[in-house]
């Protein structure tokens, strides 16, 4: 009875933490880590604010590249200098995924 209790117990709080894991490191305002995610933005190969991920399913943000004013949250322009913030594109270990958009950009 005392190990099924136990096992109970750990079901239980293991349950409890999947949402942590699950939660996007993204908040609800589109900032990571104090930086906006709107803006321009300079691709570089080292020492980049957010390494990225572009993903096709689950993507923490929706990002739409365009040309002019990228004042909402997942509008980016890429520019190579005055940026807002930089990224490093990798395929493993990144701090946020996003996914390109045509349209309705922003927290998924």
């Known amino acids: 009875?005392?190990?099924?209790?136990?096992?109970?117990?750990?079901?239980?709080?293991?349950?409890?933490t999947l949402p942590a894991f699950a939660a996007s490191a993204i908040n609800k305002d589109g900032y990571y880590k104090g930086i906006?995610?709107?803006g321009k933005v300079k691709v570089v190969e080292h020492f980049a604010d957010l390494k990225v991920k572009v993903v096709d399913s689950f993507p923490?943000?929706?990002v739409?590249?365009?040309?002019?004013?990228?004042?909402?949250?997942?509008?980016w322009k890429f520019v190579e200098y005055g940026e807002?913030?930089?990224?490093?594109?990798?395929?493993s270990f990144p701090d946020i995924?996003?996914?390109?958009?045509?349209?309705?950009?922003?927290?998924?």
Do not use: R
Not at 70 to 75: H, V
């Open 1 to 16: 009875m005392k190990k099924l209790t136990a096992i109970l117990t750990m079901i239980v709080l293991l349950a409890m």
């Open 36 to 38: 906006k995610l709107c």
């Open 60 to 62: 923490d943000l929706k």
């Open 64 to 75: 739409k590249v365009v040309d002019s004013f990228p004042d909402d949250i997942g509008e």
């Open 84 to 91: 807002d913030f930089t990224v490093q594109f990798v395929d």
């Open 97 to 108: 995924k996003i996914k390109y958009v045509n349209a309705f950009p922003g927290v998924e």
